[in-house]
């Protein structure tokens, strides 16, 4: 099983930056996605950025040049780093981990944490 812990959330006022962390334990290989995802009130999780299995950052449109997603050497640790924040980046914000192999990852084992709110006014 493995256990995700995210920080770095708050309120922010509006083009301000805020930097997200998420720190995976329990039975977290290396071989692991890990990413950052949004919720607003009755709408779905939606993805925001993160590194795939092989390494490679992906982000949304709406991250593209304002944010920036680095996972630590040790694979267990991802932050999310926000800049100019505005209004419409207020959501709960999830951290999702999703174990993989070689060539593919396996949606029934994929782990979420508690998420933590930001809020830009």
């Known amino acids: 099983h493995v256990q995700l812990v995210e920080s770095g959330g708050g309120s922010v006022q509006v083009g301000g930056s805020l930097r997200l962390s998420c720190v995976a334990s329990?039975?977290?290989?290396?071989?692991?996605?890990m990413g950052w995802y949004r919720q607003y009130p009755d709408k779905e999780r939606e993805g925001v950025a993160g590194?795939?299995?092989?390494?490679?950052?992906w982000y949304s449109d709406s991250a593209k040049g304002r944010f920036n997603v680095s996972q630590e050497e040790t694979k267990k640790t991802l932050h999310l780093q926000m800049h100019n924040l505005k209004p419409e980046d207020t959501a709960m914000y999830y951290c999702r981990t999703r174990k993989c192999s070689a060539n593919m990852c396996y949606e029934t084992q994929t782990y979420w944490g508690q998420g933590t709110q930001v809020t830009v006014s």
């Open positions: 590194i795939n299995y092989k390494g490679i950052a």
């Open positions: 329990g039975n977290h290989a290396r071989v692991y996605s």
